[in-house]
């Protein structure tokens, strides 16, 4: 199923199209107004555009303004007919209470609901409250380290971070996605990462990645089963180009066209940023690259043909980018790779820059006696590996980190001046400890450099309980998988729950069950299950911790609740209900998933925590007798009434046993009229505002001092912002006059309200709720002292005539249901006009016609286009006839003055 487009207004560029051609001569020759002439002989088809795009701006208009209608109607339902048990609902025969009940032990109980019945009840005592069973792990959770990827001083970017490849096979679509790490560079990686992809979605048995020859191949595998084929249906160009892949090749074997090239896997771009500081004629100036530009990938016939043409080309774009250098100096690369700068303003130098340009230009440092660097030469050829590279030192220079300690936020800075102390990770690991004990103080945070692994840790010292967040960085480059520190900006020394399995394995304190397949290689189980209260969970690597956390919790057989505390890094599991036959019972089925989070005694298996049931001793009638009542929660409702235990009443001994050392808890009866009859009130209000809203819709006429029709954009030009928002206002008016979906709902609106109510032979009239006169079109008005006599003298009926199964609120559901029911099936009649905003397809009446009016719009743009065109070449040819024979002109004067 198609989406409709509901675009509110259509752009002028879509309205207005004038053909263009690179062959026209615009009145050179015969002084014509060419565009002129063009757009009057094109005038009538440019017409019918507007006219279509007028039509289209009202259905918008009037689709907005059914909108406007089901917003405050989708309002009201919410507000007084979402739930029956809702307080401001009038399903809830409670929202017609006039009395309340009244307590003077809400430390101990709150109470609601029936006053009547309340007024007899007495609590001689509350012994003991309703818990449910619960669990917190012994064992924490995560090994409270932040911990980096891989930092390097100077590193190449991979040109296949995230990048994608879509296959079908069998008639599914999957996607295959590699370079998760920021580091994939060779062919290997990816071949490994599209396997491990296909195993992880169930494809492992069926297809297979394998590099021979230096010739990357997909292939069925599984040919003695199925010859079902598979096809590359699209993919990210370096990764594809690498891999000798295009988008369509198919069969039950795929290999590449050509060898794998892993220059493409490799950036091959000059990053934005980059800098070059300069001084032509004794003026100091910096070049900056506005935004990276790839240069030819080596090994492809583009770079054979020109690699350092296009270096030249590409570094003088960037000059003719910068209002302060353009047209002041010329950059130059000969056949050799070896660049040189000259400036009709004098001599060019180089102070300074990125450490990319300087060494990939071939720039040389020259220094003075004392080794202090005085500027750099133009005397290597380019250096391609330097050229592509990022520097630790540039990445980090003039940037912030901020950190987040037990909610305290603080910012590291990497002083510009000081890049010698952060150049390597190890020097980088020292910088950041000074500036972390600095910031928090010394033995708060530690921060350690591992020589093997490259990467950087951060840990708190001292107390487990602390958290530590790396919260952002203030430029980017910094934080992410390509960033120079390799972490994500909030990574804290907690398990992140939005990572997968097999993503946070490296964070966890215990790691998850491995297993080695037949080749060798070592990765998590295929999948992990877990049994919560005799209810079995199977989880795959690929599942992410939340989704486990809310698979388990929206499972009503487990009946838990499952949370994760940051503070105190371990999870607690609350049994949903049930009271003294509530129990938490969790234990690994498979795997040790259930010991990782959860922990365990050692034999696999939680604590089976069991829960206990509130005790209260209670008089029905009024202190003649009294029952123990026992209930799983502490919320719960007897004889209409709701309770809501809070704690246990006091006791103390006497002659050997424990009993109640207070008075018992009464209730008694208080009138709430008033507010009910404020509450009655507004919802009249806010039925009369709707009724308002459809009764100026379809009754309001359009404009009688002339016809205002949708302003073209041609039309708009000519006019002020307030002069187009005045028409636009006439333009609008009554253009639902008469309609009769709004007559009709305006109609039953009013019946729904004021029709007697069959079962009762009572209607709002009888209790001082009416029309006034017939002028107000069905607006109603409230008596107060009629209402109130109502409510003092018979309650029930009142709340009756809204909440009986043939009441106001019932018969307020059912025509809801005929007008704004949004669904494929019965849809409302609102809804099938105009749609819904919340609907992702729109196949409302409105929303085809607007898609008509495009398809018509587009169908005349093509003739526009094709006739404009046309008239142009006409002229053009004039204009070259004019040409040719004021050229023979010439020629003949010239001949005859000879």
Do not use: C
């Not at 929206?554 to 371990?570: E, H, K, M």
Request: proline share 1%; no cysteine; aromatic share 8%.
């Amino acid at each position: 199923m198609s989406s409709l487009s509901t675009n509110s207004s259509t752009s002028s560029s879509s309205l207005y199209a004038t053909a263009s051609s690179s062959k026209r001569m615009s009145g050179l020759m015969s002084g014509l107004d060419t565009d002129e002439l063009v757009k009057q002989l094109t005038s009538g088809i440019q017409k019918k555009i507007d006219t279509a795009g007028q039509k289209k701006q009202v259905a918008s208009w009037q689709q907005e303004a059914y909108r406007t209608l089901l917003k405050s109607v989708a309002e009201f339902q919410s507000k007084y007919l979402s739930s029956s048990s809702s307080s401001s609902s009038i399903l809830n025969a409670n929202f017609f209470n006039s009395t309340s009940i009244k307590n003077n032990f809400s430390s101990y109980v709150n109470v609601s609901g029936l006053s009547n019945v309340a007024k007899n009840m007495k609590i001689k005592s509350i012994s003991q409250l309703a818990t449910q069973a619960s669990f917190t792990a012994g064992n924490k959770v995560s090994n409270q380290t932040i911990q980096t990827g891989k930092i390097e001083s100077v590193w190449t970017k991979s040109a296949v971070t995230g990048a994608s490849m879509k296959i079908s096979f069998e008639g599914k679509e999957y996607t295959l996605t590699v370079g998760s790490d920021g580091n994939t560079k060779t062919a290997e990686d990816i071949k490994n990462q599209i396997n491990q992809q296909l195993k992880d979605q169930g494809l492992s048995d069926k297809l297979a990645v394998s590099i021979d020859g230096n010739k990357f191949t997909l292939k069925n595998i599984d040919a003695e089963n199925t010859t079902a084929a598979v096809t590359v249906k699209s993919g990210s160009d370096a990764l594809l180009n690498g891999l000798g892949l295009k988008a369509n090749d198919s069969g039950t074997a795929i290999t590449g066209e050509t060898e794998i090239n892993e220059a493409y896997f490799k950036n091959h771009s000059i990053a934005a940023g980059s800098k070059l500081n300069l001084n032509i004629g004794g003026t100091d100036y910096t070049l900056t690259v506005p935004s990276a530009f790839s240069l030819p990938v080596e090994g492809t016939d583009a770079y054979n043909q020109g690699y350092n043409k296009v270096l030249e080309i590409q570094l003088n774009e960037a000059v003719k980018a910068s209002k302060d250098l353009a047209g002041k100096i010329n950059f130059t690369v000969n056949a050799s790779g070896k660049v040189s700068a000259s400036s009709s303003l004098g001599s060019v130098s180089v102070t300074g820059g990125s450490q990319n340009l300087l060494g990939g230009l071939g720039l040389t440092a020259q220094t003075d006696g004392s080794g202090k660097i005085t500027g750099y030469d133009f005397t290597n050829a380019v250096d391609k590996g330097a050229l592509y590279s990022t520097y630790l030192s540039d990445s980090l220079s003039g940037s912030t980190l901020t950190f987040d300690l037990n909610g305290l936020s603080k910012t590291v800075s990497f002083d510009a001046t000081q890049v010698e102390n952060y150049d390597t990770p190890d020097e980088l690991a020292n910088y950041l400890q000074a500036k972390l004990d600095s910031a928090y103080g010394s033995d708060k945070v530690k921060v350690s450099f591992d020589n093997t692994t490259g990467s950087l840790s951060f840990q708190t010292l001292e107390d487990s309980t602390n958290v530590l967040t790396l919260s952002s960085s203030s430029k980017s480059g910094v934080l992410g998988v390509e960033g120079a520190l390799r972490v994500y900006a909030g990574e804290s020394n907690r398990i992140n729950l939005n990572k997968t399995l097999r993503d946070v394995q490296g964070d966890l304190k215990t790691p998850l069950s491995t297993a080695t397949d037949t080749n060798g290689n070592t990765d998590l189980l295929s999948e992990y299950k877990i049994s919560v209260n005799g209810k079995e969970f199977s989880f795959k690597a690929t599942d992410n911790i939340n989704t486990i956390i809310k698979t388990i919790n929206n499972d009503p057989d487990a009946n838990v609740t499952v949370t994760y505390s940051s503070t105190l890094d371990r999870f607690s599991i609350v049994a949903k209900n049930g009271g003294a036959n509530s129990h938490v019972n969790i234990s690994d089925v498979s795997g040790n998933l259930s010991q990782v989070l959860f922990g365990d005694t050692g034999s696999g298996i939680t604590e089976n925590i069991i829960g206990q049931d509130a005790v209260m001793e209670v008089s029905f009638d009024n202190g003649q007798s009294y029952q123990t009542i026992t209930r799983a929660s502490n919320s719960f409702t007897m004889d209409g009434v709701n309770f809501e235990l809070q704690k246990t009443t006091p006791t103390k001994t006497v002659d050997g046993k424990e009993v109640p050392d207070m008075d018992p808890i009464t209730f008694s009866v208080e009138s709430k009229t008033d507010d009910l009859v404020t509450k009655i009130k507004t919802f009249i209000d806010d039925y009369n505002a709707i009724l308002t809203t459809v009764n100026g819709m379809y009754t309001e006429k359009k404009p009688t001092d002339g016809i205002y029709a949708p302003l073209t954009d041609e039309q708009k030009s000519g006019m002020s912002e307030s002069q187009i928002t005045a028409w636009e206002k006439k333009a609008k008016q009554g253009m639902l006059f008469n309609d009769s979906t709004l007559s009709s709902f305006a109609q039953d609106w009013r019946h729904s309200m004021t029709d007697v109510v069959s079962s009762m032979s009572s209607a709002l009239y009888q209790i001082g709720i009416s029309s006034a006169s017939y002028s107000d079109n069905g607006k109603l008005t409230v008596d107060e002292d009629k209402l109130k006599k109502a409510l003092n003298s018979d309650p029930d009926k009142v709340s009756q005539l809204f909440t009986s199964t043939d009441g106001i609120a019932t018969r307020m559901q059912d025509l809801l249901k005929k007008y704004t029911n949004d669904s494929l099936v019965d849809t409302g009649l609102l809804i099938s006009k105009a749609g819904s905003t919340t609907s992702k397809v729109d196949q409302s009446d409105l929303a085809k016609k607007m898609k008509d009016y495009d398809a018509q719009i587009k169908t005349l743009k093509t003739r526009l286009k094709s006739q404009q065109e046309y008239y142009y070449n006409k002229f053009t040819a004039l204009e070259t006839y004019i040409a040719r024979m004021n050229s023979q002109a010439s020629f003949f004067m010239q001949s005859s003055s000879t």
